[in-house]
C-alpha cells in the first residue's frame, strides 16, 4: 500500500478523528484541520457529547504517539487558509469533513441556517480554489449525504448524471435533488460547485453522499481487546446533532438506566412517519473512507459513490432497540407516538437508491444494524451512563420544528 500525505478538513468530529486514527495506524502522514466548532456549538446549545472525549490538545498528543500526525486549529472560511496549508503539507489526498454537519441545527432560526449556508460553501469554494491554484492533481474527497436526493420515487443513480427527456428531447443533465432542511441544500450546492470545478479545470473529486452512520467505535480504538477511553469518538445523543440510531439508543439506554434509579419509564419518540433511509455502520463508513482514498477515480474526474449498507425504516429501527432491551435486560422501552412529525418529510415512500461501487472496490461491510447493536449499547451505558442521567431532559428529546408552529406534542404512549 502506497503511503500518502493526507489532510484531513474536520478531524475533531465523530468521523473525522476515527478515519485519522486509521491513517496513521496504517503508516500516512496526516495533517489535521478543524475549527472545533461542533465542540463549541453543542457546548453552547447544551448538547455535548456523551461520551467523554479528550481535549483537543490531549488527543493531539494521543495521535502524535501513535503515528506522523499534526493537527492544525483553523476556520477553513477564511481566506489564504487552506491554500497555506496544502503550500506547507502538500498533501495528495484532502478529505473534506469541514462542515456544520446537523440538520436540525440549520432549522432552528436565521442565524443558524446562515451560519450553514456560509460556513459549508464558503469552505468549500475555499478548497477548491486552492487546489487548482496549488495542485490540480490532488484528489479531494468530499463527505455529501443521501439526504440530497430527497425521496424520489425513481432509483437514485450512482452517478453525476442522469438521462432526462422532455418533449420528445433528451439530454444528459446532473441528477435532480430535492434535499430536506438548509444543511442538506449546503451538501447539494457543494456537490454542483464541485462538479462544475471537475468539469472546468478537470480537478480530480470524490463525491460522497453517505447514509446516516450509527455506532460507537471502530477496530483502530480497541486495545487489548477493551475499547480504549482516551481513542473514543465524540457521540450525540441531542436531537440536534445525534443520527437517528445513536440517538435512539441512547434514549433508549437512558429510559433503563433512570427506571433502575427512579422508577420513572421514559418513552423514546416515534415521529409518526415511517421513512427509509441507507445507514452504514460507523466501522464501515472508515472502511470505505479508506478504499476511496487508496483508489483515486482514474478514468473519470468526478466519481459520485452511494455510502450506505442497508435500507431501513424508522420504525423498524425503533422496534429492534426496544427488542433488543427486552431480550436482554427484560426491560420494555416505552414509545411516545408524536401529533405531528417535527420534520417536513414523505412516509411509507418509495426508496432504491444504487450502491455499486464500493462493492466493486472489494468493500465487505463488516456490521449490519442489528449486529452492530450490541456494542453500541453496551458502550453507551459503559462511557455514557453519567451524562446520559445529567442531560436526560434532552437525550433523544425532539425539540426543533421545520415549520414555525411545530410543538412537541404526544397522541399517545404505549408501555
Known amino acids: 500500500m502506497d503511503k500518502r500525505r493526507i489532510m484531513v478538513l474536520g478531524s475533531d468530529g465523530y468521523l473525522g478523528f476515527p478515519l485519522t486514527l486509521r491513517l496513521i495506524k496504517r503508516g500516512h502522514t496526516v495533517l489535521g484541520i478543524d475549527n472545533l466548532s461542533t465542540r463549541r456549538i453543542t457546548s453552547k446549545i447544551g448538547e455535548e457529547s456523551i461520551f467523554p472525549i479528550p481535549s483537543p490538545l490531549a488527543r493531539d498528543k494521543k495521535l502524535k504517539e501513535l503515528g506522523d500526525f499534526s493537527f492544525k486549529r483553523a476556520d477553513i472560511t477564511k481566506e489564504n487558509v487552506i ?38 460553501i464558503i469552505g468549500t469554494m475555499r478548497l477548491i480554489y486552492a487546489v487548482l491554484s496549488t495542485d490540480p492533481d490532488i484528489h479531494i474527497v468530499k463527505m455529501g449525504t443521501m439526504g440530497e436526493y430527497g425521496t424520489p420515487n425513481y432509483q437514485i443513480p450512482e452517478s453525476a448524471y442522469i438521462e432526462i427527456t422532455y418533449k420528445g428531447r433528451s439530454d444528459l443533465m446532473p441528477v435532480p435533488k430535492y434535499a430536506g432542511s438548509w444543511y442538506h441544500w449546503t451538501k447539494v450546492h457543494d456537490s454542483h460547485n464541485l462538479l462544475y470545478a471537475a468539469n472546468l479545470w478537470g480537478l480530480k473529486i470524490t463525491d460522497i ?65 415511517r421513512t427509509k433511509r441507507g445507514y452504514i455502520s460507523l466501522q464501515d463508513s472508515i472502511n470505505s473512507l479508506e478504499s476511496l482514498i487508496n483508489n483515486p477515480p482514474n478514468e473519470n474526474n468526478f466519481r459520485v459513490v452511494n455510502q450506505f449498507h442497508e ?17 436482554n435486560y427484560d426491560y420494555r422501552v416505552p414509545v411516545a407516538y408524536l401529533k405531528e412529525n417535527p420534520r417536513v418529510e414523505k412516509s411509507d415512500h418509495y426508496y432504491e437508491p444504487e450502491n455499486s461501487i464500493l462493492k466493486n472496490l472489494g468493500v465487505k461491510f463488516e456490521y449490519t444494524f442489528e449486529s ?15 451524562r446520559l442521567l445529567k442531560y436526560k431532559d434532552w ?20 408501555y
Open 311 to 327: 435500507v431501513l425504516d424508522s420504525t423498524y429501527i425503533r422496534q429492534k432497540i426496544q427488542d433488543f432491551f427486552i431480550q
Open 83 to 120: 491554500k497555506s496549508a496544502i503550500e506547507e503539507f502538500k498533501p495528495d489526498t484532502i478529505v473534506h469533513f469541514a462542515e456544520q454537519r446537523a440538520a436540525p441545527y440549520s432549522m432552528r432560526g436565521e442565524e443558524e441556517a446562515i451560519y450553514t449556508m456560509q460556513n459549508n
Open 209 to 273: 453522499n453517505q447514509g446516516p452512520v450509527y455506532g460507537s467505535r471502530t477496530f483502530d480504538m480497541i486495545l487489548d481487546n477493551e475499547v480504549d477511553k482516551s481513542l473514543l469518538t465524540r457521540y450525540d445523543a441531542g436531537e440536534t446533532f445525534g443520527t437517528i440510531i445513536n440517538l435512539l439508543a441512547a434514549r433508549a439506554s437512558l429510559s433503563y438506566l433512570n427506571y433502575l434509579k427512579t422508577k420513572e419509564k421514559l418513552p423514546i419518540y416515534e415521529r409518526n412517519a
Open 395 to 414: 437525550i433523544g428529546v425532539p425539540k426543533t420544528g421545520w415549520r414555525k408552529n411545530w410543538k412537541l406534542e404526544i397522541e399517545k404512549i404505549e
Open 372 to 386: 452492530a447493536l450490541k456494542d453500541i449499547i453496551n458502550d453507551v451505558i459503559r462511557f455514557g451512563e453519567n
